[in-house]
């Protein structure tokens, strides 16, 4: 593999021996990939901050011998959030969407979770109320991975919707009559929220209040789970 020129966002980094780290990046074209970044714990590196966590950089990767992992070569910000690194809620926020991004994302291509996290990172630094923002990036993260539930009928009898019990394989709904041990319990005011989140990825996200949102987030992190095992945040 040539060289490549991208843009990316820092999702995840750990210092190497010396003054060298080993950052994780989401990259739109690239997917999830790791580069060492020569000195970058240095006070004064030549990065300049572009691997902070929580912005969106321009990025020069070289392949390295042997594959599979790549060395910055240059880093320049594009795009600062200054507001997450100033807002602890915010930051914990931006951290575990960061961290579910590379906890699900693979190497090859990955425009739509790239243009996901990219968004939700930009909507908690304008202020967005943090919790609906996390139910509905973790929502629709599933639907740009092909596991967002279909909540129109039931996943064993196809009796049309809504129902109140969720079954991660296949994603569906699932009624009373059908429920199984291991399908997951939709709080009643949560429901028609979660259809309208799993509306798509561009539609505006709708007006949830911190109820609402809460267990939402746990039901997505349960479902997500279910569907790409352990190893997740
Ligand atoms: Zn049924």
Known sequence: MRWV??????????????????VTLLAPDLGRVMAVA????????????ALEPFGVSRVVLLPT????LFRVDTAERVRHFPNLTSDLTRCQAAGLICAWARGLSREG????PYRLLASALALL????????????????????????????ACAGCRL?????MLRI?????????????GDLPVPPPCGPALAVLLAGADAP????????ARPLISLAQAYLRGHFGVGLP
């Open 5 to 22: 020129d991208t843009e990316a966002i820092c999702v995840g980094r750990r210092r190497l021996s010396g003054a060298d780290r080993l």
């Open 38 to 49: 020569r000195g970058d714990c240095l006070p004064r590196n030549r990065q300049g901050g």
């Open 65 to 68: 011998r042997g594959g599979g």
């Open 109 to 112: 291509e990955a425009s739509g």
């Open 125 to 152: 630094d304008e202020g967005e109320p943090v919790l609906p923002l996390v139910a509905g990036f973790l929502w629709r993260m599933s639907g740009e991975l092909g596991v967002a539930p279909d909540l129109s």
């Open 160 to 164: 049309p919707g809504p129902h109140e």
């Open 169 to 181: 394989d296949p994603g569906g709904a699932v009624c009373g009559a059908c429920r199984k041990p």
């Open 205 to 212: 996200l709708p007006v949830l209040s911190d109820q609402t």
